[in-house]
């Protein structure tokens, strides 16, 4: 079946970088769109960054210059590299898949920036 699985994340000081990583199984990986999405504490979901099976990337507002999404097909692997980290960046972090009509999420990862 298809499996998404995040992974990464951690407590990091303002201004530092992560790199969050997404495993995908159970279906052709290099064939679709994979997205990012974070929750953060109170706040609704927010996309974070999508990358298109032919690589191209899109980025929600709070993020572009500092996030770069990135995918490895030969490895079913998503990536989000995260630069000059603010504590507003704090919440989940979700990968997410559609395929046909369903959508698939992992379980998430947190992300926490403190000083």
């Known amino acids: 079946q298809v499996q998404v699985e995040e992974s990464g994340g951690g407590l990091v000081q303002p201004g530092g970088s992560l790199r969050l990583s997404c495993a995908a199984s159970?279906?052709?990986?290099?064939?679709?769109?994979m997205e990012w999405y974070r929750r953060g504490p109170g706040a609704q979901r927010e996309l974070v960054a999508v990358i298109t099976s032919g690589g191209s990337t899109n980025y929600g507002d709070a993020v572009k210059g500092r996030f770069t999404i990135s995918r490895d097909d030969a490895k079913n692997t998503l990536h989000l590299q995260m630069n000059s980290l603010k504590p507003e960046d704090t919440a989940v972090y979700y990968c997410?898949?559609?395929?046909?009509?369903?959508?698939?999420w992992g379980q998430g990862t947190q992300v926490t920036v403190s000083s």
């Open positions: 159970g279906y052709i990986f290099r064939l679709y769109n």
């Open positions: 997410r898949v559609v395929i046909g009509r369903r959508e698939y």
